[in-house]
Nanobody, 126 residues
Framework: VQVVESGGGLVQAGDSLRLSCTTSGDTICFASMAWYRQSPGKERELVAI???????NYADSVKGRFTISRDNANNTAYLQMNSLKPEDTAVYYC?????????????????????WGQGTQVTVSS
């Protein structure tokens, strides 16, 4: 499974960006898709996650500003980022966790695989 992020760039504080995460290769099912970020000298942190049923969760620092969504037909997740702040500056990574045994109604125990993209840089100037 290949994971590719896009949509990063240099913006000013208050601007918006939309990141995309597209998966390709082997079929992956029952997948959670998440966005993480890492800035220099800091650990990678979870920004937002969307689980197979569509429920979402966000880091407190981005609640009300960022929205995660997914298009299952196109194996793509999005992160809409509004009201960007300089502290949002980081490399943003997409994570996909799911299974490859897709014939049943539920995930197979132990059939969980974790994939990461290469990251996309988001820089917010003040």
């Amino acid at each position: 499974v290949q994971v590719v992020e896009s949509g990063g760039g240099l913006v000013q504080a208050g601007d918006s960006l939309r990141l995309s995460c597209t998966t390709s290769g082997d079929t992956i099912c029952f997948a959670s898709m998440a966005w993480y970020r890492q800035s220099p000298g800091k650990e990678r942190e979870l920004v937002a996650i969307i689980i197979p049923g569509g429920s979402t969760n966000y880091a407190d620092s981005v609640k009300g500003r960022f929205t995660i969504s997914r298009d299952n037909a196109n194996n793509t997740a999005y992160l809409q980022m509004n009201s960007l702040k300089p502290e949002d500056t980081a490399v943003y990574y997409c994570n996909v966790e799911g299974g490859h045994l897709c014939g049943g109604s539920y995930p197979w125990p132990g059939d969980r695989h974790d994939y990461w993209g290469q990251g996309t840089q988001v820089t917010v100037s003040s």
